[in-house]
């Protein structure tokens, strides 16, 4: 008989739900801050908890679940409309349960050691160590493929920006999604859209924002001066993530004057 420990049981639910709403955020180009995918992870995880209810029926797992997955639906991304929360919770079952089922199998014909399914919740008897390096490599995995699939994609589109200096000071303009535009902020890591000077007054810009990017083009290396809006938003909605605007001169040319990657155009859709 498989002895299930409830600490065991918590980080291990925890890390899956983790990889279950950024797949959700992926698929469904939800636009939500990563701190709220990590709460509702935190929740899915310390819910599983529930599984040793005295009372734990057949009637009563289909409501528990049904109520903690769109509580942790609810925390992970918020609430727009019923329809979309509906989508959302039932894709988050619908992915949980065909994990499950995948263990099942496994267990059912190979019968590993430490792999078991307990009312509903999957339970792997690893050590901490070996599931913090097992989560590190996936997500490396990961970001691999979306590095390679990103270059493949062929995309064209127009999206209206919004930016917000000092809670008083607007600026919108029409950017270009291109694929080969992947420029990040070296320090923090996130994307830059690229803007010619032309559009904006970037001598009003206090100099504390500015920051100087450097980037890597056919032809060499080059720097641009950039700054971090207090917000922006892409076609009205807003990025919580955030992101840099990347000033330049005479780089763009043609009607196109700023360009975005496609990571921050998939927030929006």
């Not at 992870?41 to 009372?55: D, K, N, Q, R, Y």
């Not at 619908?94 to 499950?100: A, H, I, P, R, T």
């Not at 050590?127 to 970001?143: A, D, Y």
């Not at 830059?192 to 083009?217: G, M």
Request: glycine share 6%.
């Amino acid at each position: 008989m498989q002895i299930i420990y409830i600490d065991t049981l918590i980080c291990v639910n925890l890390f899956i739900d983790y990889m279950i709403l950024l797949l959700i955020r992926k698929v469904l180009h939800i636009n939500t801050k990563s701190i709220r995918i990590i709460l509702g992870s935190l929740f899915a995880g310390i819910s599983t908890v529930g599984v040793f209810a005295p009372c734990y029926t057949v009637v009563f797992s289909i409501i528990y679940r049904l109520l903690t997955a769109g509580v942790t639906i609810l925390i992970a991304y918020g609430y727009q409309s019923i329809n979309k929360l509906c989508i959302r919770t039932l894709s988050y079952i619908g992915v949980s349960m065909l994990l499950c089922g995948g263990v099942i199998i496994i267990e059912t014909i190979w019968n590993p050691t430490g792999v078991a399914v307990y009312n509903d919740s999957l339970y792997f008897d690893i050590s901490p160590t070996l599931l913090i390096v097992t989560t590190t490599v996936v997500f490396f995995i990961l970001s691999i493929y979306k590095r390679i699939s990103e270059k493949h994609k062929l995309r064209c589109d127009i999206r209206t920006v919004t930016v917000h200096i000092d809670n008083n000071t607007i600026i919108t303009f029409d950017s270009a999604i291109d694929t080969g535009c992947n420029l990040k902020e070296p320090f923090s890591g996130l994307p830059v859209i690229i803007v010619e000077e032309a559009l904006l007054d970037f001598d009003k810009i206090p100099i504390q924002r500015k920051r100087v990017i450097p980037f890597n083009t056919a032809s060499g290396s080059d720097i641009i001066m950039g700054f971090k809006p207090d917000k922006i938003y892409i076609d009205r909605k807003e990025i919580y993530s955030g992101c840099y605007i990347g000033v330049c001169k005479d780089k763009l040319k043609g009607e196109i004057k700023s360009i975005m990657g496609t990571e921050l155009s998939e927030a929006v859709i």
